[in-house]
């Protein structure tokens, strides 16, 4: 069993910059190293999208291509800890974010992740 927590989110003003971070929490969890991990975003009345994802090892990363000069994610095997930074906000980017894990390699598909954490609020202010 996988616990996520998302963290990092609020108001931000175009232009400026966040880190959003997905812990997981369980403390029987030695390792998040054996996971695939995604962020996703979700405007309201939408369904889910696919933002970013990093492999288990952290050397492959996946950015939508829309997103991939603004967007990046890495992730902190120590501290069970999977970050994603966003530059440059823009409006657009107002939505909820949601990390996910899944054992093995990651997918850029919602339904392919087991784990999910409850989201954290991104809100940009023009």
């Known amino acids: 069993q996988v616990q996520l927590e998302e963290s990092g989110g609020g108001l931000a003003q175009a232009g400026g910059s966040l880190r959003l971070s997905c812990a997981a929490t369980n403390r029987a969890l030695a390792t998040l190293s054996n996971f695939g991990v995604g962020w996703f975003r979700q405007h309201p009345g939408k369904g889910r999208e696919f933002v970013a994802a990093i492999s288990p090892s952290g050397l492959n990363t996946y950015i939508t291509d829309s997103m991939a000069n603004r967007f990046a994610i890495s992730r902190d095997t120590a501290k069970k800890t999977v970050y994603l930074e966003i530059s440059n906000l823009r409006s657009e980017d107002t939505a909820r974010y949601y990390c996910?894990?899944?054992?093995?390699?990651?997918?850029?598909?919602?339904?392919?992740?087991?784990?999910w954490g409850r989201g954290t609020q991104v809100t940009v202010s023009s």
């Open positions: 996910a894990a899944r054992k093995s390699e990651v997918s850029l598909n919602v339904p392919a992740y087991a784990y």
